[in-house]
């Protein structure tokens, strides 16, 4: 195999977690998977070619058009809608290809019209969002009530729906997300007034589809839930991630008191250390984590150190364990052994869900899905 390290997603897992996910689902909330950046890194047409086979999944989510259209390429075949804006240019290729596009201000409204209209294309799909506090993209009331006179009634364009995005949405019983959810009422409540259809309302990410059922609304977005488990359940209650990431030991040396590993000297040993060097490294995906931070691997079914990430190779303290050069090391995930290390032990450190690592992984990286 011409590829350094593989990232093995256990299909069966993913499909666990979707049927824990309708489950939990009032049979009126559909559910819109969320594919972005790769679909968190576990291959965004690996994924999609497991979702093809649940008839109930109408929609599926990405930020990109790269994304948008590798779907199609694909032949996928759910209806593909876009979470972020795009530019002008790129109105027309994803017009062309039938995807949901976003309406965010009045800018992203008269960029898509005009395509449109000089296409005389009517009643095409679009998507309204409402900025409740994120500030990222999405209309305030301000500039909704502007907008409203040209949404209303137009011929070019249907509203599918509605929706905004939580701040904290994780945190149980956020008083923000609270807030949140009374500006996303209010701002339906304005559309419904002005007699416009919001479509289907949804504004639960996997965070808060855990805890708000208040905010289920017609539909939820579930991304980081369809990999891996709430960052806010105790490690020993989480199910395991769906994917795990393997690479090899190349090389191993002891060095003495006082000399150093990393560039910058990123490791400096204070007694004779015995360091092993493995074949990736942030060229592959390999987060560079403050030096507070405590970021281990499993050797030989066995916890190690790791001391310093490069481009393409990271050094790892072995302390009394002493594998084979070759030995297959588990950066995140489930080890053959047996051994188990999520991605949530790591980031949870620095106040994340634990995709970050996944999606970080670059496309040296070789996914397998088992």
């Known amino acids: 195999m011409n590829y350094n390290s593989t990232f093995i997603i256990e299909k069966k897992r993913i499909q666990d977690n979707l049927e824990t996910i309708f489950k939990k689902a009032p049979k009126n909330t559909a559910v819109i998977p969320v594919l972005k950046a790769n679909a968190y890194g576990h291959g965004l047409v690996l994924v999609a070619q497991i979702l093809e086979d649940y008839p109930q999944i109408k929609t599926l989510a990405v930020a990109q058009t790269i994304e948008a259209i590798t779907l199609k390429e694909n032949k996928i075949s759910k209806d593909i809608m876009l979470l972020c804006g795009i530019t002008k240019d790129q109105v027309k290729t994803m017009v062309n290809n039938h995807i ?30 409402i900025n409740t ?26 509203i599918m729906s509605t929706y905004s995005h939580f701040i904290e949405g994780a945190t149980i019983n956020s008083p923000i997300s609270i807030q949140q959810k009374l500006a996303f009422d209010s701002a339906l409540d304005l559309l419904v007034e002005k007699g416009i259809n919001p479509g289907i309302r949804h504004l639960c990410d996997s965070g808060a589809f855990d805890w708000y059922e ?49 560039y910058g000297k990123a490791y400096v040993a204070t007694k004779p250390t015995h360091i092993g060097i493995i074949n990736v490294g942030y060229g592959d995906g390999m987060m560079i984590l403050d030096d507070q931070i405590k970021r281990e691997c499993i050797v030989d079914n066995q916890r190690a150190t790791i001391l310093s990430v490069a481009m393409d190779q990271s050094y790892i303290n072995l302390h009394d364990i002493d594998p084979e050069v070759g030995s297959v090391v588990t950066l995140y995930g489930s080890a053959a052994s047996g051994a188990y290390i999520s991605t949530n032990e790591t980031t949870q450190q620095f106040d994340d869900e634990g995709c970050t690592l996944t999606t970080l992984l670059s496309h040296r990286v070789k996914r397998i899905m088992k």
Do not use: C
């Open 100 to 129: 949901q596009l976003l309406i965010h201000d009045l800018d992203s409204l008269f960029n898509i019209l005009e395509v449109l209209k000089e296409k005389n294309i009517e009643n095409y799909p679009v998507n309204l969002k």
């Open 133 to 158: 506090g994120l500030n990222r993209l999405g209309f305030t009331q301000e500039t909704l009530q502007k907008a409203i006179p040209i949404i209303k009634d137009n011929k070019h364009i249907q």
């Open 214 to 262: 208040d905010a289920y609304y017609d539909a939820v977005r579930i991304g980081r839930a369809l990999y891996m488990d709430s960052p806010h359940k105790k490690e020993v209650d989480r199910f395991k991630d769906a994917g795990s990431w393997h690479a090899k030991l190349i090389a191993k040396r002891t060095i003495q008191e006082g000399e150093s590993v990393g």
